[in-house]
T-cell receptor, first 114, second 114 residues
């Protein structure tokens, strides 16, 4: 029972480089989310998706892009990495059958931009 | 705006003593409240939630939370702390703004000493 799987776990990027953070879930959840976690700031929503082919911006979308071609996968793309994007990134999924269900989180990707 | 506040950055308690981690909320309409725990280098794990009904909610690992509407609080409690409870705890509120998302507090670090 894998749940939500994120890769890679750690990554160091140089300023201006690009990368994709992978996220996949095997629970057939329609709702998926990307959060970033900064010390003392809690979790901030970057992008979300309510189903395959449907994505929208969260609170802090600048510098990121997403796609959702399948129910399972929700990759997050950083095009031009900046030091401000140094953070821990979490992907989450949620069952939309019923209101206010709990979210399941991946183990996170720790990204450092130097 | 819907929000939750965790007034304590850190809570220290001795093993065997009761613990409380505080959370207050500000929502319009009915509050749907959650507690999550994050162990080092791991994703967030769901502990418990309040949707409706009994004000005392029981969750995983012996944790419980008390919903208090008049004080707009949802404090996390455990009768007897374990060293293994040491972790980062997040309170969250589920909001529905066309889609359901979780809005997180800034987190409280719980340190249980032997």
């Amino acid at each position: 029972n894998a749940g939500v799987t994120q890769t890679p776990k750690f990554r160091i990027l140089k300023i201006g480089q690009s990368m994709t953070l992978q996220c996949t879930q095997d629970m057939n959840h329609n709702y998926m989310y990307w959060y970033r976690q900064d010390p003392g700031m809690g979790l901030k929503l970057i992008y979300y998706s309510v189903g395959a082919g449907i994505t929208d911006k969260g609170e802090v979308p600048n510098g990121y892009n997403v796609s959702r071609s399948t129910t399972e996968d929700f990759p997050l793309r950083l095009e031009l990495a900046a030091p401000s994007q140094t953070s821990v990134y979490f992907c989450a999924s949620r069952n939309d059958q019923g209101k206010h269900t709990e979210a399941f989180f991946g183990q996170g990707t720790r990204l450092t931009v130097v | 705006a819907q929000s939750v506040a965790q007034p304590e950055d850190q809570v220290n308690v001795a093993e065997g003593n009761p613990l409380t981690v505080k959370c207050t909320y500000s929502v319009s309409g009915n509050p749907y409240l959650f507690w999550y725990v994050q162990y080092p280098n791991r994703g967030l794990q769901f502990l418990l939630k309040y949707i409706t009904g009994d004000n005392l909610v029981k969750g995983s690992y012996g944790f419980e939370a008390e919903f208090n509407k008049s004080q707009t609080s949802f404090h996390l409690k455990k009768p007897s702390a374990l060293v293994s409870d040491s972790a980062l705890y997040f309170c969250a509120v589920s909001v529905n703004t066309g889609f359901q998302k979780l809005v997180f507090g800034t987190g409280t670090r719980l340190l249980v000493s032997p």
